[in-house]
């Protein structure tokens, strides 16, 4: 029997600083994971706006209009790894990272998520009494490049 599911320790971020001028040319196989990281959220949200009319027979009309993309993770307090190094640099810098959020390996043929260049607009320290120290980061669509498949729908 097919597996009907996917685990969230098979899905893969992956990075590529600095970003790219052009984020709709990125290629995840080439891009570097990073694999300090735990308990991902990808958000997704489209805008609306209020269509109504007077013929809609009492009915409120919606519209979708812009969409938006961050992505919440958590990563263990580690300097000197590279993937936290570019997150943290991303931050301090202002400056953008390109990143790939992917639901397994890029080169898996189910494998897809948002690609694009992100701005880091949360970089929040944890110390719990008897855990490691962490950061909690989000990261906020600032380009859109594509959404990846890797059986090649690629938009």
Partial sequence: ?????KLGMDAVIL???PAVDNPSTLTPSSMTE??????????????????TTRGNQGWRATAATLRECSVE??????PGDTGFEA???AWLNSSEISL?????DPDDSEAEGPVGNF????FSRSEPLEEAITVSVTAKLSAWGKW????????
């Avoid at 990281?37 to 805008?47: A, C, P, Q, S, Y």
């Avoid at 790939?100 to 397994?104: N, Q, R, T």
Wanted: proline share 0%; net charge negative; aromatic share 8%.
């Fill in 15 to 17: 990075y590529q600083t």
């Fill in 119 to 122: 701005s880091i607009t949360n």
């Fill in 148 to 155: 990846h498949n890797a059986s090649g729908q690629q938009t």
């Fill in 87 to 89: 997150i943290k640099n």
């Fill in 1 to 5: 029997m097919a597996t009907t599911y």
């Fill in 34 to 51: 990073l694999t300090n990281v735990r308990d991902v959220t990808i958000n997704h949200e489209t805008g609306e706006a209020d269509v």
């Fill in 100 to 104: 790939a959020v992917l639901s397994g």
């Fill in 73 to 78: 993770f958590e990563m263990v307090w580690k």
